[in-house]
T-cell receptor, first 114, second 110 residues
Framework: DSGVTQTPKHLITATGQRVTLRCSPR?????VYWYQQSLDQGLQFLIQ???????AKGNILERFSAQQFPDLHSELNLSSLELGDSALYFC?????????????FGSGTQLSVL | EDQVTQSPEALRLQEGESSSLNCSYT??????LFWYRQDPGKGPEFLFT???AGEEKEKERLKATLTKKESFLHITAPKPEDSATYLC???????????FGKGTHLIIQP
């Protein structure tokens, strides 16, 4: 068990809808990362937060947004969903968000857009 | 743009049969090369970080090595519990976040 908690484990929704994925980092970790994993693209970095502030942005679509709250949990909001958004979404955390810190990943949220 | 290519895509070995997984990379200013293990239905689990060419790290039956263009994950006398997808990732000087390869799916048959 990595100590990173993601909910829900599975989410099935329809095109055009909006969903929210939730992540609680390991106790003591200040930085949260979101990654998307699909069969054809592999793991893609979406966004990083550190202590409530956005620190780095990757291949995140404008329809997607995230935030990190004062209690350090994070939410990833996906809107106007398309079939191609179906994927496994992972949250990871690290102590201070440094470039070479090892990441601890949650078990992911499997999103299916029908 | 940082790029990571892993080979082979899949590898089936008999228990005790040693082999190596390859990770080729192009990156601007390597800040670290990472190996992760991913089991079905779970998130990646950290194995190693390598920082410079010539560096080696070991953990149980696994040894990771690094050159200027590639990294190898050597697995010695593997056991069925070593079956997993092994992911390689790099952190470049100009990139935010890790760039992952698509992984090698390793199956160890008893």
């Amino acid at each position: 068990d990595s100590g990173v908690t993601q909910t829900p484990k599975h989410l099935i929704t329809a095109t055009g809808q909006r969903v929210t994925l939730r992540c609680s980092p390991r106790s003591g970790d200040l930085s949260v990362y979101w990654y998307q994993q699909s069969l054809d693209q592999g793991l893609q970095f979406l966004i990083q937060y550190y202590n409530g502030e956005e620190r780095a942005k990757g291949n995140i679509l404008e329809r997607f947004s995230a935030q990190q709250f004062p209690d350090l949990h994070s939410e990833l909001n996906l809107s106007s969903l398309e079939l191609g958004d179906s994927a496994l979404y992972f949250c990871a955390s690290s102590v201070a968000g440094g470039a070479n810190e090892k990441l601890f990943f949650g078990s992911g949220t499997q999103l299916s857009v029908l | 743009e940082d790029q990571v290519t892993q080979s082979p895509e899949a590898l089936r070995l008999q228990e005790g049969e040693s082999s190596s997984l390859n990770c080729s990379y192009t990156v601007s200013g390597l800040r670290g090369l990472f190996w992760y293990r991913q089991d079905p239905g779970k998130g990646p689990e950290f194995l190693f970080t390598l920082y410079s060419a010539g560096e080696e790290k070991e953990k149980e039956r696994l040894k990771a090595t690094l050159t200027k263009k590639e990294s190898f994950l050597h697995i010695t006398a593997p056991k069925p519990e070593d079956s997993a997808t092994y992911l390689c990732a790099v952190r470049g000087g100009g990139a935010d976040g890790l760039t992952f390869g698509k992984g090698t799916h390793l199956i160890i048959q008893p």
